[in-house]
């Protein structure tokens, strides 16, 4: 057997958002066969997939619904209890099973997850998922090959199983705090590895030549170059190249299409930078034409329809691998990306800042709060005065200096960790990259 064929795992995601299969896209090089959507896939039983789409068509209505006034807040709090996660600190024995776990527990007894846990008995490979059910399914099925990867700074109790010592699922933390929280869970030790999130090779590759032309538009005055001089010439390497083409900012709805109506107000504020060629705003829709649509309405209603595809250009895909590789292309070129604080916060790995929009949920909150602690981003100022506050931020030097914290603090190399653990004879010998 030659070494790539060698290296192959079941690699399963889940149809919930973008952030399941988002961490899964980064490592596809692995997939055998194909990457498993655990409730939508060929493989999975009709029934099973009934109960797997109303709990996804009850979370999107719930993150739409967040969005109302008045009812929209009272309905997300209501739905945020259930996942809310305590205090990181003191540290203490948190194994004991929630409301949650018991719940889940009950519905794994009934077969939720066991269509693809069958389905990978058809060879004996590592089983790798990036949402909790699957790896829980598939310990229950009597695989033993399990890995699980978090894709949250902090997560729930749910993630880990009803008795975690006595579980073979393996998981792989992004960030110490959820390392922590996992061994807070009850999971063994030597069943958690911090690897960071899997980013895609595409980026990290070209991490450094990006940074330098972002830097290079980020920081006008140079006043952040300046006061960093030593710092940014050993990252760097060589000098910051002249600023190429217009600042990019890159406006990400999540996946259930929540604060969309965030991009009017952007648009209204940034429509004279975007007119005189200053600015290029990328609206980024996802799968979902709906969304789309929106983003048109509004460029028609501001009089911006000249400058689609030049000044303004919306992303829109008919499949979430699509999706990926052209938003992965177009972060490139981004040099401010300003979405609400979901899986994206890993992406500061990259040197690209993070404007983030209200959080929704318990682990946004989280992803927010250790974004802000690494200096790699800021929460929004009202959106309908975005040309004031944005520019003022880059002209004394503050994106700059949220590009480059990213970029030094951040880990870069999960996806290539998380390879060298699943393969790996012994775990506890792989030397991991941060």
């Known amino acids: 057997m030659n070494d790539d064929a060698a290296r192959q795992a079941w690699l399963v995601s889940v149809d919930m958002g973008y952030g399941h299969q988002r961490a899964a896209y980064a490592l596809r090089e692995i ?36 969005g109302l006034p008045l009812i929209g807040g009272a309905i997300w709090r209501i739905y945020d209890s259930s ?42 490979l590592p089983f790798i998922s990036t949402f909790f059910v699957p790896p829980l399914a598939a310990a229950h099925a009597g ?22 010592a006595e579980s073979p699922v393996v998981y792989f933390a992004p960030t110490d705090v959820c390392r922590t929280r996992l061994l807070q869970y009850g999971v063994p030790p030597a069943n958690v590895h911090l690897t960071g999130f899997p980013l895609p090779e595409e980026n990290t590759r070209p991490v450094r030549d990006d940074l330098r032309r972002r830097l290079s538009r980020l920081d006008p005055t140079g006043i952040f170059t ?20 217009p600042l990019t900012v890159t406006y990400a709805v999540g996946g259930a299409g929540a604060q969309r109506e965030v991009a009017t107000q952007i648009l209204h ?3 004279p930078a975007i007119r005189s060629g200053r600015l290029r705003l990328n609206l980024i829709a996802g799968t979902r034409l709906e969304v789309r649509n929106y983003f048109v309405s509004a460029i028609r209603a501001l009089g911006l329809c000249d400058h689609m595809d030049k000044g303004i250009r919306i992303l829109c895909t008919m499949d979430k691998r699509s999706h990926f590789a052209q938003f992965n292309e177009w972060l490139r070129d981004t040099d401010i990306l300003w979405t609400k604080p979901s899986e994206l916060v890993f992406y500061s790995a990259l040197g690209i800042p993070l404007l983030m929009t209200t ?55 999960g ?20």
């Not at 004991?96 to 077969?111: E, F, K, M, T």
């Not at 894709?151 to 993630?159: E, F, G, K, L, Q």
């Not at 300046?226 to 083409?245: D, I, N």
């Open 83 to 124: 996942q809310r996660i305590s205090s990181l600190y003191p540290y203490r024995d948190l194994s004991r099973p929630s409301l949650g776990v018991l719940y889940l527990d009950c519905l794994l007894r009934h077969g939720l997850g066991r269509s693809v846990a069958e389905y990978a008995r058809s060879r004996d």
């Open 226 to 245: 300046q006061r960093q001089r030593e710092s940014v010439q050993r990252e760097m390497g060589t000098p910051l190249v002249a600023p190429a083409g």
């Open 359 to 413: 959080p929704l949920g318990a682990h946004e909150e989280r992803n927010r709060d250790w974004i802000i602690r690494m200096g790699a981003g800021f929460s929004q100022e009202n959106p309908l005065y975005t040309s004031e506050w944005l520019f003022q931020w880059i002209d004394n030097g503050m994106f700059a200096g949220a590009a480059f914290d990213g970029y030094l603090k951040a880990p870069r190399h």
């Open 415 to 434: 996806a290539e960790n998380i390879r060298n653990l699943v393969f790996a004879e012994d775990r506890s010998k792989v030397e991991l990259k941060r």
């Open 31 to 66: 997939a055998h066969e194909r990457i498993i959507t655990a409730n939508s896939d060929k493989a999975v039983e009709r029934r099973e997939q009934r109960t797997w789409r109303r709990v996804q068509g009850f979370y999107e209505t719930i993150s739409r619904l967040s």
């Open 269 to 271: 504020s940034l429509g």
């Open 143 to 164: 695989l033993r090959r399990i890995f699980c990867v978090a894709t949250d700074v902090d997560i729930n109790r749910v993630w880990v199983a009803r008795r975690p």
